[in-house]
């Protein structure tokens, strides 16, 4: 419609023109060596409109070939999209991979290889998937964020952590403030890794992130904790320093608490697990750690007696608790005194470890029947716990 207006209003234009210019006697002279040509002045202003209507005609037409080109390339691209949300993977590659050949635009162009790489993925198509991915790094360079952030992804979930890692360092050179979303690919990466400390340290930057899954990320560092003393609790030095690091609220988390006491434990450094377990209980009451309480015994029993004791006056029907005095006793030989925490124990909750408990203290006893007895039960409630 614009186009049938202009031309109307062109050659309204040389009607007037002529009209106007019917009684000029005047003449145009068109010199073009060898040749020359002249011309009425009102057929020379018909030529020159026409010329221009022509010149017109050619620059609309241009215009419409790369226009369309252009519409095509982002009809492929949204449908290309729409195919990959649908879940129709070989569609969504056809469409992108079109759109990625049409497109001039380095947005498009890294979209569309994007979608493409993303679709390969998906149908087990690796070694296609990477061509795309360079494609887009080789068409639109300036584009990478997305680019890179789609490679890690996708690198990740083939497990190759440190490629991912790379193309996550390549994003970060490019300085600013990362994504929270990029954060996590990292996480998982160094997660993949086994870096541990690695892993914390972007969990504490996480946490303070809106708009997170702050359970999910606290999860994450406590078990890389877990796996941290794993790997550092090859010396009580090392052990030491770790411990220390460690905040307070982390020193009072109970499974955190109870895995390195293990630790000390294993390295026979009865003592220093004895004071973390005493200054977690004065914290926060944890039944794990009083059963941990009466193991790797030494020299200083006899005060973990008297402290247990104090403890039993705040709780005097706390079943782990009487149970772990009856073996402090009774590795103190104090045998009236271990007999009766332990049965105490058994009246308050009946298992497995009381009654045996109470077996171990008969034998040494010479009282064979009740160790029997206490055995029997003992395996009784094993049985119950396997049905």
Known sequence: MRLVLWVLALFVAAVAVALVAKDNTGHAILVMPPYEIEL???????????AFFAFYIVLWLIMRVFGYKH?????????GLNAFFEGDFVQAKKNAAVALRLSDSSITKVISAVVAARSAHQLDEISLRDKYLATAEKEAPEERSLRLVTQAELLLKDGRHEEALEALQLLYS??????????????????????????IELANILVKRH?????SIEQLKHDAHLENIKHKASDVASL????????PVEKNNSKLTIAITRAYMNLGDCST??????R??????????????AECLDYHVNRQIECAEVWLKSRPNNAQLLLTLGKLCTHCELWGKAQSYLEASLSVEPGLT????????????????????HYNKGIGFALKDLG
């Open 40 to 50: 009425s002045f009102s057929m020379f202003i018909v030529w020159l409109a026409g």
């Open 71 to 79: 519409r095509k390339a982002e009809h492929m691209l949204f449908s």
């Open 174 to 199: 490019t300085g600013g403030l990362q994504q929270t979303s990029v954060l996590k690919l990292e996480l998982e990466a160094q997660k993949q890794a086994q870096n541990w400390d690695a892993v």
């Open 273 to 278: 697990a004895h004071k973390i377990i005493e």
């Open 211 to 215: 708009h997170i899954n702050k359970a």
């Open 240 to 247: 030491n320093k770790y411990w220390v690091g460690l905040s």
């Open 354 to 373: 009381a009654h045996f408990a109470l077996a171990q203290l008969n034998e040494k006893l010479g009282k064979h029947e009740l160790a029997t007895d």
């Open 280 to 293: 977690s209980i004065n914290e926060h009451w944890d039944d794990g750690l009083i059963a941990l309480y």
